[in-house]
């Protein structure tokens, strides 16, 4: 069975970029699409956005200015850059897969990343 | 963007049934909206109880269903056991924009 793992500093400065990476292991992640939502402390999951295995991308409104997600085959991984972040983007990243048309079967165990300077 | 409404909590007794639901500020939930649930536990990610309205993955405990009643989505539980006590959330597809509702925190008590 396919497994997640989030990876990328803790802490994050304000202003800065926020980098993640996802590592799958047990398949390869050109069978899959993918995700990444995020949860703040006490708070519900917010979806972040979708890359699918046909290349097709959707992203929440309030991050499509300043979010970029992309693919390391090579590596098995994928990725997420989130810009200019402020204390607001403070949360638990989760990176999810899927295979076919349903979406986020699979989670990561997800990361805190904490932006404060 | 679309508000997807859930049960801020809901309590049922061992045992019992219970039915949360996901409503949309854009209207009726339909098929197309393709409702997921997902169960979230303290400390870990979410778990996909059921997608696309009423299917569930092999992982998904037989006492939960899916369904869509009075225009919204509905997860029912019957027969709750205290594992079941979790946070759970749905999402709605807006024309392959998600949106996650704002969680239901249930109680098993």
């Known amino acids: 069975q396919v497994q997640l793992q989030e990876s990328g500093p803790g802490l994050v400065k304000p202003s800065e970029a926020l980098s993640l990476t996802c590592t799958v292991s047990?398949?390869?992640?050109?069978?899959?699409?993918w995700g990444w939502v995020r949860q703040p402390a006490g708070k519900g999951l917010e979806w972040i956005g979708n890359?699918?295995?046909?290349?097709?991308?959707e992203f929440s409104a309030p991050f499509k200015s300043r979010v970029t997600m992309s693919v390391d085959q090579s590596k098995n991984q994928f990725s997420l850059t989130l810009k200019s972040v402020t204390a607001a983007d403070t949360a638990v990243y989760f990176c999810?897969?899927?295979?076919?048309?349903?979406?986020?079967?699979?989670w990561g165990p997800g990361i805190l990343v904490t932006v404060a300077s | 963007q679309a508000v997807v409404t859930q049960e801020p909590s809901l309590t049922v007794s061992p045992g019992g049934t219970v039915t949360l639901t996901c409503g949309s500020s854009?209207?009726?939930?339909?098929?197309?909206?393709?409702p997921y649930w997902f169960q979230q536990k303290p400390g870990q990610a979410p778990t996909t109880l059921i997608y696309?309205?009423?299917h569930k993955h092999s992982w998904t405990p037989a006492r939960f269903s899916g369904s869509l009643l009075g225009g919204k989505g509905v997860l029912t539980l019957a027969g709750a056991r205290p594992e079941d006590e979790a946070d759970y959330y749905c999402?709605?597809?807006?024309?392959?924009?998600?949106?996650f509702g704002g969680g239901t925190k249930l109680t098993v008590l």
């Open positions: 999810a897969v899927w295979i076919g048309s349903h979406w986020f079967d699979y």
């Open positions: 047990g398949d390869s992640i050109t069978r899959y699409s």
């Open positions: 890359v699918f295995v046909t290349a097709n991308s």
């Open positions: 854009t209207g009726p939930v339909t098929t197309t909206n393709y």
């Open positions: 696309d309205t009423d």
């Open positions: 999402l709605l597809s807006y024309s392959g924009v998600v949106v």
